[in-house]
């Protein structure tokens, strides 16, 4: 191995695929071989049973259907409200100064802390579930977005004035379009971290989703089906971010040439 | 008559923690003739990109002031059209679009802007690279694109701060040319920095010598060469003479820069 050498596509998805193989045999091992109790962790046959059961008896389609919802929904509104104000705070200074103590000190508050609060101010509903993903999406989009925007390369702000640019011009057609794939990097980080939050809010005080059935398959020592639901949130969380670097490809084909 | 007219112009940056403030510029008095093409020649960090930049509005002058058709400069705007020796092109525009920018600005309609972007990608030779993206390109096709950019505007002076710097020997001599033919037909007047002593030479109707911190002019050399130019006249014995002479001047600048004074 040589430092930073490439290697070929081929041998990548090998060795990609491999740790997989090689995890899921420690796994088979340690359970099939009898090595630790069944109680505490059930083996790879089992989960795609208990899994499988979920699916065709249990209705666990719904509770996907049901946290993907809620990720989505409260990551989109945060996403709405954040990347503005990330936006004018990158490009303009006093906005910045304004905002950026607030939303650095808020940007550590943790979000799970929140969920009783918002238990007590918006019950155990679906706005709850949304409010505490907005909460944990919100400061981090705008404080990156805006180091994003105050980033953009001066002489390229510069080159664009004396080409006539006004301030109108400069967010527009420059600001925007120079951190447009930087944001959208950040967006696809975010949602990582939204898939956090939302099965933390499903462990309390709900009757759906993928966190519901994890606690309620805690209460019957059921590890194989947590297991398999833990396993779908690692899956979509692979799937999206799939979707999100082919978007951003097909939207930015200049930042990849 | 002048067209551009810098009286008194300096420029000092502020002191940094307890050090001396830096008088990057002396006070400075230039006129620039209609349709001259003027080289402003000297050692790095002699202030003479300082001096561009206040020109172009990007910087303002400490006192003096800079006066361009008679209207005093304030800030950079489309009359005073700039290439940078970094690479400016907008990553995200392909050639055409890095061309249109200005009219863009400007809200010429997409007929016309069309037609003048198809007239000076023409000109630089860079009509069948219109649709690329600027990573696409060399790093001369991009600084060929950056003149095309600036001049699609139409603007009342050319501002060029070692634009061919970054650029092999052999493409350099190039992009003086091309740069040099443009100027012959378009007569726009020019005001082009750079460091190299031949290039100097080569394309101005006068060389502006600086000297090193603080930046001042010190020397006026008034280029008697005839056009059209061609490369050949750089091994012309007007042209050694000129050179010997130049490199005289900026020899001891460039000592006294090395030297940190």
Redesign the interface.
């Known amino acids: 191995m040589k430092p930073l050498s490439p290697i070929s596509t081929g041998a990548k998805v090998l060795l990609g695929l491999s740790f997989f193989v090689l995890f899921f045999a420690g796994w088979a091992w340690a359970t099939l071989g009898g090595y630790v109790s069944k109680t505490f962790l059930a083996d790879p046959l089992t989960m795609l049973e208990d899994g499988k059961l979920l699916l065709t008896k249990h209705g666990f389609a719904f509770d996907i259907g049901m946290t993907i919802w809620r990720v989505l929904g409260g990551f989109i509104i945060a996403a709405i409200v954040a990347v503005p104000i990330g936006v004018l705070m990158g490009a303009y200074k006093p906005i910045e100064a304004f905002f950026e103590p607030f939303v650095s000190f808020a940007r550590y508050l943790p979000a799970s802390a929140f969920i009783p609060l918002l238990i007590l101010w918006a019950g155990i509903g679906e706005l709850q579930k949304l409010l505490v993903i907005f909460i944990g999406s919100v400061f981090q989009i705008v404080l990156m977005v805006a180091v994003t925007v105050g980033s953009v390369?001066r002489?390229?702000v510069?080159?664009?004035?004396?080409?006539?640019?006004?301030d109108q011009?400069i967010l527009a057609?420059?600001l925007i379009?120079?951190s447009?794939p930087g944001i959208f990097e950040i967006l696809r980080l975010v949602l990582g971290w939204a898939w956090t939050y939302v099965i933390v809010a499903e462990l309390i005080g709900s009757s759906s989703g993928i966190g519901h059935m994890i606690i309620d398959s805690q209460a019957l020592l059921a590890t194989g089906q947590i297991i398999f639901g833990i396993i779908v949130i690692g899956v979509i969380g692979l799937v999206s971010d799939f979707l999100f670097k082919a978007a951003n490809r097909k939207l930015?084909?200049?930042?990849l040439? | 008559m002048s067209k551009l007219l810098i009286e008194n112009a300096s420029r000092v940056f502020p002191a940094v923690r307890g050090g001396q403030p830096t008088r990057a510029l002396e006070p400075t008095n230039v006129t620039v003739g209609d349709n001259a093409f003027v080289t402003i020649l000297g050692p790095s960090g002699c202030g003479k990109s300082t001096l561009l930049r206040l020109v172009?509005?990007?910087d303002t002058p400490t006192a003096g002031h800079i006066l361009l058709d008679g209207k005093p400069v304030t800030?950079?705007?489309?009359d005073?059209?700039?290439v940078?020796q970094?690479y400016?092109l907008?990553?995200?525009?392909t050639v055409a679009d890095n061309v249109a920018?200005?009219l863009?600005?400007?809200g010429v309609a997409a007929a016309e802007r069309k037609r003048v972007v198809e007239e000076w990608l023409a000109r630089v030779g860079l009509t069948s690279f219109a649709n690329h993206?600027?990573?696409?390109l060399s790093g001369g096709m991009q600084q060929r694109t950056?003149i095309a950019?600036?001049l699609a505007?139409d603007p009342a002076i050319l501002?060029l701060d070692e634009p061919f710097g970054a650029l092999d020997n052999q493409t350099r001599a190039l992009m003086q040319e091309l740069l040099l033919g443009i100027w012959e037909r378009e007569r726009k007047t020019v005001l082009f920095v750079t460091h190299d002593i031949e290039e100097a030479i080569f394309l101005a109707t006068r060389v502006l010598v600086m000297s090193a911190r603080p930046g001042r002019i010190k020397a006026d050399v008034p280029i008697a060469l005839p056009y059209p130019r061609h490369y050949t006249i750089k091994t012309s014995p007007e042209f050694s003479a000129l050179k010997a002479r130049l490199t005289e001047e900026i020899r001891a600048e460039a000592v006294l820069a090395a030297e940190g004074h």
């Open positions: 390369r002489d390229l510069e080159a664009a004035l004396t080409l006539g640019a006004r011009g057609r420059v379009p120079a447009a930015f084909p200049w930042s040439a | 172009a509005g990007l800030r950079p705007g489309p005073r059209g700039m940078f970094s400016t907008f990553p995200w525009l920018f200005g863009r600005e400007k993206y600027p990573k696409q950056a950019r600036a505007n501002l």
